[in-house]
């Protein structure tokens, strides 16, 4: 059960880590990119393809994380 703490905290932090990322990304790199991009980032297309990308590996990490091992 150790080993499965470990991990869930291993990627508790990781993700930790990664909303610190994103959170720079969006204050920092957003707004140059929507000066450099406006046609693209603004597209409804394009906010409907990230959204779907991430549902789609949450889905994924959900299915992997529930099927397991089954020893």
Same mark, same amino acid.
């Given at each position: 059960?150790s080993?499965?703490?470990?991990?869930?905290g291993?990627? /508790?932090?990781?993700?930790?880590? /990664?909303?610190? %990322? %994103?959170?720079? !990304?969006?204050?920092m790199? =957003?707004? =140059?990119?929507?000066?450099v991009?406006?046609? $693209?980032?603004? /597209?409804?297309?394009?906010? *409907?393809? !990230? /959204?779907? %990308? !991430? !549902?789609?590996? $949450?889905?994924?990490?959900? =299915?992997?994380?529930?099927?397991? *091992?089954?020893?």
């Open positions: 059960m080993e499965r703490i470990k991990v869930l291993t990627f /508790a932090l990781l993700g930790f880590i /990664a909303g610190i %990322a %994103a959170n720079f !990304l969006y204050h790199v =957003w707004p =140059w990119l929507l000066t991009f406006p046609n $693209v980032l603004h /597209a409804e297309w394009m906010i *409907s393809g !990230l /959204a779907g %990308a !991430l !549902l789609t590996i $949450v889905m994924l990490v959900l =299915w992997v994380y529930l099927s397991g *091992s089954q020893e």
